[in-house]
């Protein structure tokens, strides 16, 4: 069995920061370093401004324009796909984990992958081509052309661990678009954290979508409680205990799909403080992104004739919507079981998208939402999980109901 090369890229402004690491870092932290793994970190945008500016300004203008705008993810999918192209042997594994924008960077590295293939080892002054083919659009002749020519055999991904994904890269008007972002035949394993609480205009929810021809792809998109750092990380340490369990879930997934983990290290890091589904969420719309909500972004819809358009929408505040059919965590009943406050109006009123059964109704096939079971990592680590990824769990009795009644 060939090795396993792990790439992980981080949010908006996360690097390491003792105290208050995102869930990337934490991830980082706790795989196991031998010869079958080799592993690669890269801070979030707005961390560090580019080597190749010199001065103080030059620095602090790239700073604000990756916190802003996302400068640098450009930069972060090359560096990326470069240390694939060195490392990466015939039948390794690749891993990607991303959190915030670097989720939407993983996402595009395997987009880059799938698109352009990978180069051979040396060719360095080739990426920017591959970049620049790889931004087009409806330019499949000439990407077929550049990966026959320059790539190896298709690369597969074996697994896309995302938190929280956000794809607010590029002005309002104008934001960046790149293929294969949303769906993506050459992925096996996708697995996507996405929080119930965030209601942020630049924090939309980011759904991976199952590509047609990938109808085995193994995807699973669960909702947490909590606002997008509650999700991937970044408080300080005392007050992560609702991101610590997307962290366990994401650490027991991708270690059944064949992530080495120092055990030891990783039981220490989850609980420290231990996952608490009665945490208190943050508040993340507050001061500075209330402005957003009333300044016009672009969204997609239908029009009558079925075709999709952009029009420019107010956000308001707007809670996420869930759809029936989504996985809940487990943790999330635990909540409603002990909270007062909650569900929120978006999960106790979920969104039906269930196909008409032919007799003109539209009846729910979801009454239930799904639920997600825990498994805690110390039992995964003990052999105490199933083997093998997406495997179902039981639910103690009455969970399904205490969900669907919001009791």
Same mark, same amino acid.
């Given at each position: 069995?060939?090795?396993?090369?792990?790439?992980?890229t981080?949010?908006?402004?996360?690097?390491?920061?003792?105290?208050?690491?995102?869930?990337?870092?934490k991830l980082?932290?706790?795989?196991?370093r031998?010869?079958e793994?080799?592993?690669?970190?890269?801070?979030g945008?707005?961390t560090v401004?580019?080597?190749s500016?010199?001065?103080?300004v030059?620095?602090?203008?790239q700073w604000?324009?990756?916190?802003?705008?996302?400068?640098?993810?450009?930069?972060?999918?090359?560096?990326a796909y470069s240390?694939?192209?060195?490392n990466?042997?015939?039948?390794d594994?690749i891993?990607?984990?991303?959190?915030?924008r670097g989720?939407?960077?993983?996402?595009?590295?395997?987009?880059?992958?799938?698109?352009?293939?990978?180069?051979?080892?040396?060719n360095?002054?080739?990426i920017?081509e591959?970049m620049?083919?790889?931004?087009?659009?409806?330019?499949w002749?000439?990407?077929?052309?550049f990966?026959?020519?320059?790539?190896?055999?298709?690369?597969p991904?074996?697994?896309l661990?995302l938190f929280e994904?956000?794809?607010?890269v590029?002005w309002v008007?104008?934001?960046?678009?790149?293929?294969?972002?949303?769906t993506n035949p050459?992925?096996?394993?996708?697995?996507?954290?996405?929080?119930?609480?965030e209601?942020r205009?630049?924090f939309?929810?980011n759904r991976?979508?199952r590509?047609?021809?990938?109808?085995?792809q193994?995807?699973?998109?669960?909702w947490?409680?909590?606002v997008?750092s509650d999700i991937?990380?970044g408080?300080p340490?005392?007050?992560?205990g609702?991101?610590?369990?997307?962290?366990?879930?994401m650490?027991?997934?991708a270690?059944?799909a064949?992530l080495?983990?120092d055990?030891?290290?990783?039981?220490r890091i989850?609980n420290?403080?231990?996952p608490?589904?009665g945490r208190?969420a943050?508040?993340?719309?507050?001061?500075?992104w209330?402005?957003?909500?009333?300044? !016009?972004?672009?969204?997609?819809?239908r029009?009558?004739?079925?075709?999709?358009?952009? #029009?420019?929408a107010l =956000? +308001? %505040?707007? $809670?996420r919507?869930?759809y029936?059919d989504? !996985?809940?965590h487990?943790t999330?009943?635990?909540r409603?079981?002990?909270?007062?406050? #909650?569900p929120?109006? =978006? +999960? %106790?009123? $979920?969104k039906?998208?269930?196909k008409?059964?032919?007799?003109?109704?539209?009846a729910?096939?979801?009454?239930e939402?799904?639920?997600?079971?825990?498994?805690?990592?110390?039992d995964f680590?003990?052999g105490?999980g199933?083997?093998g990824?997406?495997?179902?769990?039981?639910?103690p009795?009455?969970k399904?109901?205490?969900?669907d009644?919001?009791?």
């Open positions: 069995m060939g090795r396993n090369i792990i790439i992980c981080d949010g908006t402004a996360n690097q390491f920061k003792p105290g208050r690491n995102s869930n990337v870092v980082y932290s706790v795989l196991e031998s010869g793994q080799i592993i690669y970190y890269d801070p945008v707005g401004g580019s080597y500016a010199l001065t103080w030059a620095r602090k203008a604000i324009l990756g916190m802003a705008f996302g400068l640098g993810t450009t930069r972060d999918i090359i560096e240390f694939l192209m060195e990466y042997r015939e039948g594994r891993f990607l984990f991303g959190f915030s989720a939407f960077t993983a996402r595009a590295i395997a987009g880059l992958l799938y698109k352009c293939g990978l180069l051979h080892p040396n360095q002054n080739l920017p591959a620049r083919i790889y931004k087009g659009h409806r330019n002749d000439v990407a077929d052309g990966r026959a020519t320059y790539s190896r055999p298709p690369v991904i074996h697994f661990g994904t956000v794809t607010s590029g008007w104008d934001p960046v678009r790149l293929d294969f972002t949303t050459a992925i096996l394993h996708v697995r996507h954290a996405m929080a119930i609480d209601r205009a630049f939309r929810a991976w979508r590509h047609g021809e990938a109808g085995g193994d995807i699973r998109q669960v947490f409680a909590g997008h991937g990380g408080y340490r005392e007050e992560s609702l991101s610590n369990i997307g962290l366990e879930w650490l027991v997934e270690g059944r064949g080495r983990l055990g030891g290290a990783a039981i989850v420290d403080p231990a608490d589904p208190d943050h508040r993340s719309l507050r001061g500075a209330w402005p957003a909500e009333v300044w !016009p972004k672009l969204k997609n819809r029009n009558r004739h079925g075709k999709w358009v952009r #029009y420019p =956000n +308001l %505040a707007k $809670r919507g869930i029936c989504e !996985p809940i487990e999330v009943v635990d409603i079981a002990g909270r007062d406050d #909650y929120p109006p =978006n +999960l %106790a009123g $979920r039906c998208r269930c008409d059964d032919g007799t003109g109704a539209q729910c096939k979801h009454p939402s799904p639920v997600e079971a825990r498994v805690p990592l110390g680590l003990q105490g199933p083997s990824p997406g495997q179902p769990e039981v639910l009795e009455g399904e109901r205490m969900l009644s919001g009791s």
